[in-house]
């Protein structure tokens, strides 16, 4: 994935929602692999956000189909703001909603969309969205999608095959790459709701398999502190993560030899409320502006939306 300086100029909107149109050509003709297409060219903010997010996620706890004591709920919306430097390039939102089905599997459903500001547009305009999808106990991915509409344009899409133990990129319907999976690998997008499962505390250490159909790697955390930070005027219990994610393509590629920081809260959430990490350009900072917690065990929150299949 090129654009390091991306991260630093997008607005990021991350939703979770119902698979519509995730549709792998016919020429394809994939027997029972999940789709992930992903619009090329992530915002910069955007995968900034979601390396930051995407900390550590292992071991990791299955949760079934159950959403009481769960860490986030469908209609959970978080929104951000980012600089770079001490300006202003953008804003995210991560959002969660109801389930829906992928190839006949009962999945999650998440989205991320970056968007830059009118300043940030002048530079490098970036209106990106990503969409992941795990399987209902969120122990693997099953789709994960990445669409870019702004200075770059692309429209990729990965397959995860669990029965070969490969995923697969496409970007405008051509095949592009193809990767040997880890057992329980997630994409880029989905390791953050996966991470937020996991009890953390100072000094331990986190490994997750992660692949974006291009690569398949590690990646790692360590949970370096707990302290409270003051974030837009709020004080939150919350504890320090360094996080490394290699070069995954969707996910904040950061200057060499950076360190990036994550905070989240100290509570069953984990909701992160800080990142900070530099760029080849300079350095950014997301933090968190509102957050709405969603749907608690109503109807609502356990519906799913209408089957959706690749032909």
């Avoid at 950061?254 to 984990?270: G, H």
Wanted: proline share 5%; glycine share 8%; hydrophobic share 40%.
């Amino acid at each position: 994935m090129p654009v390091v300086t991306r991260l630093t100029h997008g607005l990021i909107a991350i939703t979770v929602m119902p698979m519509d149109d995730c549709r792998i050509p016919d020429t394809m003709a994939l027997k029972r692999h999940v789709c992930f297409r992903a619009g090329a060219g992530i915002g910069t903010l955007a995968v900034a956000l979601l390396l930051c997010v995407c900390l550590c996620v292992w071991p990791f706890r299955s949760h079934g189909g159950d959403f009481a004591g769960q860490p986030f709920y469908p209609g959970e919306r978080l929104v951000f703001v980012v600089t770079w430097g001490a300006i202003p390039v953008g804003e995210g939102v991560l959002e969660v909603m109801p389930r829906t089905d992928v190839n006949g599997l009962e999945a999650r459903h998440f989205a991320m969309v970056s968007r830059t500001n009118a300043f940030a547009d002048i530079f490098y305009r970036v209106r990106d969205r990503m969409e992941g999808f795990t399987d209902k106990d969120m122990t693997m991915s099953l789709l994960y999608t990445k669409k870019s509409e702004g200075k770059s344009r692309r429209d990729v899409v990965v397959t995860y095959d669990w029965d070969t133990m490969r995923s697969r990129y496409f970007n405008n319907g051509e095949e592009h790459a193809s990767v040997a999976l880890l057992p329980g690998s997630f994409d880029p997008l989905s390791m953050f709701f996966a991470f937020r499962f996991f009890d953390i505390d100072v000094g331990k250490e986190f490994a997750i398999p992660v692949s974006d159909g291009k690569k398949t790697i590690t990646g790692r955390a360590v949970v370096m502190d707990r302290e409270m930070i003051k974030v837009r005027g709020v004080d939150y219990d919350s504890f320090l993560v360094r996080v490394d994610m290699g070069d995954v393509d969707g996910v904040f590629k950061k200057s060499r030899d950076a360190d990036l920081f994550v905070w989240v809260t100290a509570d069953n959430r984990r909701m992160p409320v800080r990142m900070k990490s530099s760029v080849v350009v300079g350095s950014f900072t997301v933090d968190l502006v509102t957050a709405d917690p969603g749907l608690r065990n109503t109807p609502e929150s356990n519906a799913g939306s209408a089957l959706r299949e690749s032909p």
